[in-house]
């Protein structure tokens, strides 16, 4: 004989109000939230990122034409004590060179750092 278990026995059946409790309380949950808070610290939590990497790209851009050749990407991570090959910028200038002119403007520099700190 098979034995057939009963619904109170699996646990409890959720009623249909159950749904609607649950969709009320993320309502309530975001009517709670100061949306002009958070987006304002994450504005400021980003802008200061950006400003350190206009800074950094300012740095590595000695002639100030607003790109960073490969000599000047090999120089400026000299300075920073990082140890890099030719061969290497060479790869690094193969993959975020979008335009391929031989030097990264700061898009591409930020999507490198981007890159770099994943």
Do not use: C, W
């Not at 120089?75 to 920073?80: E, R, T």
């Amino acid at each position: 004989a098979v034995e057939i278990s009963s619904a109170q026995s699996l646990g409890t059946i959720p009623h249909s109000e159950e749904p609607m409790q649950q969709e009320q309380m993320k309502e309530s949950a975001v009517e709670d939230v100061d949306y002009h808070a958070v987006l304002g610290s994450i504005s400021a939590h980003m802008y200061s990122k950006f400003a350190a990497l206009k800074v950094a790209f300012n740095e590595f851009d000695k002639d100030g034409n607003k790109m960073i050749d490969k000599e000047e990407f090999l120089q400026g991570s000299g300075i920073l004590g990082i140890e890099i090959s030719s061969a290497e910028v060479d790869a690094i200038f193969e993959v975020f060179d979008t335009k391929k002119v031989g030097a990264l403007r700061y898009h591409e520099f930020v999507r490198l750092m981007a890159a770099s700190s994943a």
